[in-house]
C-alpha cells in the first residue's frame, strides 16, 4: 500500500490576525500493491501526480524546496520551507497546489482504498 503523508504548519498573516494551515512537507512511500512493478496504475497515477506537483514547485514557482528520492520502492519527501508562504502572490499559487493534490490524492484513496492511504498530520 502506498502512504501519503501530508504535514501540515500554522503560519500567521503580518498582522497576526489571521492565520492559515499549509502543507509544509509530504512524504510518499510504498508500492500501492494493486498490480506488479512496472503495470501499477495507482502507482503510476500518485507518481505522475507527484513529479507534476514537484516540477511546478521548483520549475514554475522557482521555491527552494528540499525534495529527497530514495531508495527502491522509491521513497519521496518534500518540504516547503516556510519563506516560500511569505509573499502573497506566490504562496497563494504554492498553497493551491499543494491542496490541489492533497484533493487528488483523497479522491484515489477513495477511490482505491486498498491501495492508497492518506494521513494529513
Not at 62 to 89: L, R
Request: with cysteine; aromatic share 6%.
Amino acid at each position: 500500500m502506498t502512504h501519503v503523508k501530508l504535514k501540515r504548519e500554522i503560519f500567521s498573516d503580518e498582522s497576526g490576525k489571521s492565520s492559515k494551515s499549509v502543507i509544509t512537507q509530504i512524504e510518499i512511500k510504498n508500492h500501492a500493491g494493486y498490480d506488479e512493478s512496472g503495470y501499477d496504475i495507482v502507482c503510476a497515477a500518485v507518481s505522475s501526480a507527484a513529479e507534476l506537483m514537484m516540477n511546478t514547485l521548483t520549475e514554475n514557482f522557482k521555491c527552494e524546496c528540499d525534495i529527497k528520492i530514495v531508495g527502491e520502492p522509491p521513497e519521496i519527501i518534500i518540504k516547503i520551507p516556510g519563506s516560500e508562504f511569505a509573499e502573497e502572490k506566490k504562496s497563494f499559487a504554492v498553497i493551491g497546489l499543494l491542496e490541489s493534490f492533497a484533493v487528488h490524492m483523497k479522491n484515489m484513496e477513495r477511490d482505491y482504498p486498498k491501495n492508497l492511504r492518506v494521513i494529513v498530520l
